[in-house]
């Protein structure tokens, strides 16, 4: 069955479907450019007027430079093709990230209060009071929000950001971040040289208990047997060289602690990690954002699309409502020829339906 379709002759030629073409189109756009242009200017002026609300941000950056001893080896992996069996030096730079958003020291960055100059004008604000929130978790996620994050994986270099409304504190917050990484690696990020060096410490605080201890049993059993270099007894000969041999071994391995023990204490010293800062928090003197024109000649754009969108699509509706019933007859025979057994199906239901409801008295 093909679909009847009925053309309307004239300047203004239209299809029953409501389709346009480009001219049809180019013209509705035309007719209606008022609606467009109105709706354009109408969003343009709101979104200034929000974004003008906006305070301006400003945005301080640092730098560290990579360390660690496996940064080499790791960038030999990486080009081997071998990335997947990369695992990061206890003391590499490439775990500072994680550790720079470890809520231990993030917690530490919100407990500070930060005293700054803004505009010639000192001032003194915690970021409870700058954010206006006194919920923990909240405050971590709104710490998390205003600080950024970067590293090369090129050159292993990391560079942080921290934006707030106030140049001079942006650059406080990002330096009190700076503080707690360096006292983090340096005393509590744990390393096998300073666990090493912790063992040997107690094992050769122990051997020195245990060498005195032997030492004065010696003593005390040697003033009871005063004459016991001359003495023939074999027992006091016996106990006096089990004595001396206790001595000697534990004096050896007293030795051999110490010696492993100040060697530890030197590979401390190098297994200390440090964070090398290439480029110290900048004071920021040009905002970051918000982007006004850039963001307002968006929305001005999106907003165009959108009404010219509306304007076509309005138009379409009012031609097919024009032919309504002449479109819903073509869809209603398409249906029928699409599905012949369906339809018929539901027709005779319909007629058993109308046949079997009561007809009403008057």
Known sequence: MQRRVILKSGPNQEVENGAFNIFEAASVILNRRKTIFIGVIA??????????????????????LPSG????????????????????????????????Q??????????????????????????????????????????????????????????????????????????????????????????????????LAAQLSQTKLDLEATENQMEAYQQVNRDWSGSGDPQILKTIAQLQRDIEIKSQTYAFLFQQYESAKLDVQKDIPVVRILDRPTLPTIKSGPHRLVNIILFSLVTLMIMIFYVLFTESVRRKNRNGWDDYSNFRNDLNDSFPRTTGFVNRLMKIERAEKPIESN
């Open 69 to 100: 001893n496996n940064d080499q080896m790791n960038e030999l992996k990486a080009l081997a093709g071998l990335g997947g069996l990369i695992s990061p030096d206890d003391n590499s730079s490439e775990l500072f990230p994680v550790i720079l």
């Open 102 to 199: 470890s809520q231990g020291v993030r917690n530490a960055v919100l407990s500070k209060t930060y005293s700054f100059v803004h505009k010639n004008k000192s001032m003194t604000l915690s970021l409870k009071e700058y954010f206006g929130i006194e919920n923990p978790d909240k405050l971590r996620k709104a710490l998390l929000h205003i600080s950024s994050i970067a590293t090369d994986k090129k050159t292993g270099v990391i560079t942080l950001g921290v934006e707030t409304e106030y140049p001079a504190l942006s650059q406080a917050i990002l330096n009190e971040y700076l503080v707690q990484l360096d006292d983090f690696v340096q005393n509590k990020q744990r390393s096998g040289a300073k666990e090493n060096a912790r063992y």
């Open 43 to 64: 969003v343009a002026v709101l979104t200034a007027g929000i974004l003008f609300l906006i305070p301006n941000k400003y945005i301080s950056t640092a730098t560290i």
